[in-house]
């Protein structure tokens, strides 16, 4: 049943036709990073370090070697290590996220998925939506040249941004809209739209702490027509006392012991961000379920498609 069930997806015209659409949208980031003069790095699947997400707790481990490893949650760690050699990195990497059971039916979740990581020494937060907004215009422009039949099968071809996006701090979203302001925000907007300076605990403690406003010099980016969050990234906390007061008392002293020992061996500023791929294949083709962009989708609680 499980394999009909497959099966059918597989050949789905939908399926096919998205997942074209994201052979390209991956090829045209590619391009479009290497000719600003990024270097492109392979992902890391298993560490001992990964991203200590607050969204998701639970973290595949594997035994190594009598060693205890975890499944990627994000390359977090990894990007800001490369900038030891590189200025300007990105990396197509495979993150592996416990979800909530529940949140296959959102849309917008898989527990395997595709993550653009990208990383750039000494940025600043504006510089680097900038180039954000730079890459999606141009992607969307490109697509509709090498995908305008697909683009038209998922009555598509229109999508059109104008820079820059909109932006509002995270406290006007609150005022405005609650504060489950995301899916209204983005429902509500023609554009993609900026969120900032998040209030620290709603964050992991790598965004830097803005001391004055002691809001994060961070940014979500949120898809409009309801299609929800498309980006987090934002500048790097540098700040040896910040970490110890922010990781205080987590639990996470494995994570602190590391970073602290990255900020002394010099670890460059930096910002940087991470945007999954299928969620964007999923909004250019203006899809329903962001399981139509992957041939073989892992959905949260492995409800569908697990083979
Ligand atoms: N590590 C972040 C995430 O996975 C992205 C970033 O800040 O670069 O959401
Ligand atoms: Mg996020």
Redesign the pocket.
Known sequence: MELVKLLRHIKDEKVRRAIRVNAHVISTLRDYLIGKGFVEIFPVMVSKVT?P?TTVKESVELNFYGQSLQLT??M?FH?LMALFTFDKIFVFSP?IRLEKITDDETGRHLVEFV?L???IKNAKRDEVMGLLEDMLIYLTEELKRSCYEELEFFGRTNITHIRPFPRMSYEEAVIKYGADFESKVSLASASPVWITDFPEDMR?F??KTDEKTKHMR?FDLLYPEGFGEAV???EREDSRECVLRKLAGKGKDDILEFYVKLLEAGLPPSC???IGIERLTRYVCGLEHVKFTRLFPRLPGLKEFAI
Do not use: A, H, M, P
């Open positions: 991203d997400l949650k994000s977090i990007k993150n993550q990581d990208v990383e992991e790598y965004y961070d987090s990234g934002g940087g961000f991470g």
